[in-house]
């Protein structure tokens, strides 16, 4: 069942291939999809508008946290109660989106975590790690996949967790703020759905993940 309440928010930074099909399955769910076309230079604002996506464009690359607080400040601004977001990829599976909304009666927040598979490419396996253990020590949240991107908050918890970082951090910055304001927060396990080309957290990402995340718990961020 689809409810007007709920928006889905999608960065996209030239991902032609799959939007498509991505925003289409997405508007099973929800009825209002916003896809944030990044800086694209292929013809992914066009076959989201095609599927139905509300688009918004920078006109430059500014990164995917930019991307999808530009996508959750419009969703707010024009009468979202929740926001599930989402990666344009193919790596999320739009039909797990019921379980984020279910959850959402109980919690501000609703995480998820990739389940662990040889697909998943070592250096993101160590990652998650690493950052997990720094997560807990610093902000007191235990997540099994702090940089999975696939999430939902309500209105209320992302006027708290809005974030300033504009590129892979903002999923740190996210949960940091998160911690800070205690929010109720749950996660859930969804599948593990990798192409053969890998694209996302690289460990130079990973160490400025890390010395963000010290940043923000010492200056109060």
Known sequence: MKTSNVWAVIPAYNEQHSIAGIVKKTKEYVNNVV????GSTDKTNELARQAGAIVLKHIVNLGKGAALKTGCDFAVKNGAKSIIAIDA???HNPN???RFTE???KYDIVF???KASRKMPFVLRFGNWFISNITVFLYGIKLNDTQCGFRAFSKEAYKKIRWSASDYSMESEMIARAGRQSLKYVQIPIQTIYSDEYKGTTIIDGIKIVF???K???FKR
Request: charged share 35%.
């Open 35 to 38: 896809l944030v076309d990044d």
């Open 89 to 91: 990829d193919a790596q």
């Open 96 to 98: 797990d989106i019921p």
């Open 103 to 105: 959850k959402l009666k």
């Open 112 to 114: 998820s975590y990739r």
């Open 212 to 214: 963000n995340m010290i």
């Open 216 to 218: 923000w718990k010492l």
